[in-house]
Nanobody, 128 residues
Framework: QLTLVESGGGSVQAGGSLRLSCSVS????????MGWFRQVPGNTREGIAS???????YYSDSVKGRFTISKDNAKNTLYLQMNNLEPEDSATYYC??????????????????????WGRGILVTVSS
């Protein structure tokens, strides 16, 4: 059983940066594929960045070149560095982990049932 807790969200102006963290407890996070998702009320959950246990990363077109996913296995923590933020990036951001999927599969998940573990989410608001 894993517990995932996001932190680092908040409000920022367009063009600014934020770094989200996802602290993982309960197991060795390095053995899971992990990802960052975001959701706006009324829309499906969108996979935006994922990382395999070998460090391979994937990004959605909407964030490629602006966001960077990384993990610190020693700290059991997943990160999402978000640069050049746009108002369209405003959403609740979730981290998630899965025991069996590859990272490219993780990026295509659109439902809560698609991943083994989820954090509770954290709000990011980008003002113009």
């Amino acid at each position: 059983q894993l517990t995932l807790v996001e932190s680092g969200g908040g409000s920022v102006q367009a063009g600014g940066s934020l770094r989200l963290s996802c602290s993982v407890s309960g197991y060795v996070a390095s053995r899971y594929s992990m990802g960052w998702f975001r959701q706006v009320p009324g829309n499906t959950r969108e996979g935006i960045a994922s990382i395999h246990n070998d460090g391979t990363t994937y990004y959605s077109d909407s964030v490629k070149g602006r966001f960077t996913i990384s993990k610190d296995n020693a700290k059991n923590t997943l990160y999402l560095q978000m640069n050049n933020l746009e108002p369209e990036d405003s959403a609740t951001y979730y981290c998630a982990a899965d025991r069996s999927m590859t990272a490219d599969q993780v990026l295509r998940v659109t439902s809560v049932n698609g991943m083994d573990y989820w954090g509770r989410g954290i709000l990011v608001t980008v003002s113009s």
